[in-house]
């Protein structure tokens, strides 16, 4: 997967990626294998990820990254991401993304984040994300970002994978990354 991850980097200068996961395991494969191809390339990471999954990804990166490599990883609970305001309201959180990026913006340093995406208790939060990714492709435009938006498949209603896949260039699983054929580009 490094190597296709490699590839689509290679040819987008910036890409908003749908991920939909179904197996752990292959998901914490996946996410070591896009902060390593970054990092190679000279990439800081934005990583936002769940405690539980932090554990396990700190440990492994920190057995394959020297020191120097480790101080361009930037990691934040996404706990504390999603509910900065208290609940999960899409204004506070894109306001959490432009806070989190700004000093890369500002300093012109090269950077690709990896965002696991947890709603807690909303029933259907479609509305919700809908809004927040698609202001988040605006910025990923606006910005030549790189940014994956991972989803636990099990978790996420149909509708709600269905509207993603239009404000999101790739669509990521386990085992590829393929161009979203219903992708309509933010302006």
Not at 13 to 25: A, C, E, G, P, V
Not at 121 to 144: G, M, Q, V
């Amino acid at each position: 997967m490094k190597e296709k991850i490699g590839n689509l980097l290679n040819e987008s200068q910036s890409t908003h990626i749908l991920y939909s996961y179904n197996d752990r395991n292959r998901y914490l494969q996946n996410a070591i294998a896009y902060v390593l191809e970054g990092i190679e390339k000279g990439d800081s990471i934005v990583l936002i990820e769940n405690e539980r999954n932090l554990n396990v990804l700190l440990k492994q990166l920190n057995n394959q990254l020297t020191s120097d490599q480790l101080k361009k990883m930037h990691v934040i609970s996404n706990f504390d991401f999603y509910q900065s305001s208290g609940s999960y309201h899409p204004p506070a959180i894109y306001e959490q993304l432009t806070k989190s990026i700004t000093p890369f913006l500002e300093n012109d340093i090269s950077f690709r984040s990896w965002t696991n995406v947890e709603w807690g208790t909303l029933e259907d939060p479609a509305s919700i994300i809908e809004w927040f990714e698609t202001e988040t492709d605006r910025a990923i435009h606006e910005h030549n970002l790189t940014i994956v938006c991972a989803y636990e498949s099990e978790k996420m209603p149909d509708h709600l994978e269905d509207a993603l896949k239009k404000s999101h260039g790739h669509i990521m699983t386990d085992e590829d990354i393929v161009i979203s054929k219903v992708y309509s580009k933010t302006k």
